[in-house]
């Protein structure tokens, strides 16, 4: 690991104004991803501001929204009352992530901000965009089964990793953050980004930006969602695909819908047209499957992860079945 400047940040302006004074900084939440990446030396910062002892608070808003600061640790958040009886997705979100001893350490902030797992990502020795702009990407030709099938780019197939950011992206959450610019906040759909020609360019945040808060409106949809990750073991494992959805049914009907995938794509990735071939129809298994399959239609498989598209339509069709019952 290379030597670098530690400072522990006592505002969110203080930890702003020492990443532009510093040297190719990083902010350290939990560490549980960055920390990795510097061993591997694949993050070299020369500055790292720690930024554990801000904004570590849950709080409903008088408009009912919920304000969660990005120091919260993950396990906080999966217990909270107010996460577990209006948000359950989030909370099973958070449970299929990692490890208990992970969610323990692991940041809001961290978690929206952790890199994909791809292998040639950590192989120093393989070509990666991500990792090296321009070199190539050797997944595409590489074994490729936990990658992208939506959303790629011949620069790119990796997917994102959270859990967590999936249930945050059927729910419309609110990204919040400061800079040298001010404060500004960021739908959660636009704030991570599709690979393009530029994959190390993972999210819309400026230099030096700080998440702050992901803040949570008001349930527009039925509190009753569900959370469900296919993974090849129990515990530990990313997901091959997940699903994150909500369904109101009114008169037989389908009157609102939310459906967000991990593991299909570079971001957490939400499923509108799926969504919108919902809306408005019968609550059958056949509708159902249409549904995820006018989403999927426009996959693009790789030689080894074809197997996502059916699996990720199976998923969808079981989430919708659960939540209507």
Same mark, same amino acid.
């Given at each position: 690991?290379?030597?670098?400047?530690?400072?522990?940040?006592?505002?969110?302006?203080?930890?702003?104004?020492?990443?532009?004074?510093?040297?190719?900084?990083?902010?350290?939440?939990?560490?549980?991803?960055?920390?990795?990446?510097?061993?591997?030396?694949?993050? &070299?910062?020369?500055?790292?501001?720690?930024?554990?002892?801000?904004?570590?608070?849950?709080?409903?808003?008088?408009?009912?929204?919920?304000?969660?600061?990005?120091?919260?640790?993950?396990?906080?958040?999966?217990?909270?009352?107010?996460?577990?009886?209006?948000?359950?997705?989030?909370?099973?979100?958070?449970?299929?992530?990692?490890?208990?001893?992970?969610?323990?350490?692991?940041?809001?902030?961290?978690?929206?901000?952790?890199?994909? &797992?791809?292998?040639?990502?950590?192989?120093?020795?393989?070509?990666?965009?991500?990792?090296?702009?321009?070199?190539?990407?050797?997944?595409?030709?590489?074994?490729?089964?936990?990658?992208?099938?939506?959303?790629?780019?011949?620069?790119?197939? =990796?997917?994102?990793?959270?859990?967590?950011?999936?249930?945050?992206? =059927?729910?419309?959450?609110?990204?919040?953050?400061?800079?040298?610019?001010?404060?500004?906040?960021?739908?959660?759909?636009?704030?991570?980004?599709?690979?393009?020609?530029?994959?190390?360019?993972?999210?819309?945040?400026?230099?030096?930006?700080?998440?702050?808060?992901?803040?949570?409106?008001?349930?527009?949809?039925?509190?009753?969602?569900?959370?469900?990750?296919?993974?090849?073991?129990?515990?530990?494992?990313?997901?091959?695909?997940?699903?994150?959805?909500?369904?109101?049914?009114?008169?037989?009907?389908?009157?609102?819908?939310?459906?967000?995938?991990?593991?299909?794509?570079?971001?957490?990735?939400?499923?509108?047209?799926?969504?919108?071939?919902?809306?408005?129809?019968?609550?059958?298994?056949?509708?159902?499957?249409?549904?995820?399959?006018?989403?999927?239609?426009?996959?693009?498989?790789?030689?080894?992860?074809?197997?996502?598209?059916?699996?990720?339509?199976?998923?969808?069709?079981?989430?919708?079945?659960?939540?209507?019952?």
């Amino acid at each position: 690991m290379l030597s670098f400047d530690y400072a522990r940040a006592r505002s969110a302006t203080d930890a702003i104004d020492r990443a532009a004074a510093g040297l190719d900084p990083r902010y350290l939440g939990g560490g549980t991803n960055l920390v990795d990446l510097m061993r591997e030396t694949i993050e &070299r910062p020369r500055t790292v501001i720690d930024v554990t002892g801000l904004a570590d608070e849950i709080v409903e808003q008088p408009d009912g929204n919920i304000l969660i600061g990005a120091a919260v640790k993950n396990t906080a958040l999966a217990e909270h009352r107010l996460i577990r009886t209006r948000y359950p997705m989030l909370a099973r979100a958070i449970l299929a992530g990692a490890s208990a001893q992970i969610r323990n350490m692991a940041t809001v902030g961290g978690n929206l901000l952790q890199r994909t &797992r791809c292998y040639y990502f950590y192989d120093g020795a393989a070509r990666c965009n991500k990792r090296a702009p321009g070199s190539g990407c050797d997944a595409r030709d590489g074994f490729n089964r936990i990658h992208a099938i939506l959303g790629a780019s011949p620069a790119c197939v =990796a997917t994102h990793p959270s859990d967590m950011c999936v249930a945050l992206t =059927a729910l419309d959450a609110i990204v919040h953050v400061e800079g040298p610019e001010g404060a500004r906040r960021i739908p959660f759909g636009e704030f991570h980004l599709l690979p393009g020609d530029r994959p190390e360019i993972e999210t819309v945040l400026k230099p030096f930006e700080l998440i702050t808060a992901v803040e949570l409106p008001e349930a527009s949809v039925s509190p009753r969602g569900a959370y469900r990750k296919v993974r090849d073991r129990a515990s530990y494992a990313f997901a091959l695909v997940s699903v994150a959805a909500a369904l109101d049914v009114a008169d037989g009907k389908v009157s609102a819908a939310r459906i967000a995938l991990g593991g299909v794509a570079h971001k957490p990735w939400r499923a509108h047209k799926a969504e919108a071939a919902l809306i408005g129809g019968a609550v059958t298994l056949e509708a159902f499957r249409a549904a995820a399959e006018s989403e999927l239609v426009d996959a693009q498989p790789l030689r080894d992860n074809g197997f996502k598209i059916e699996l990720a339509t199976r998923t969808i069709v079981a989430v919708l079945q659960e939540l209507s019952a």
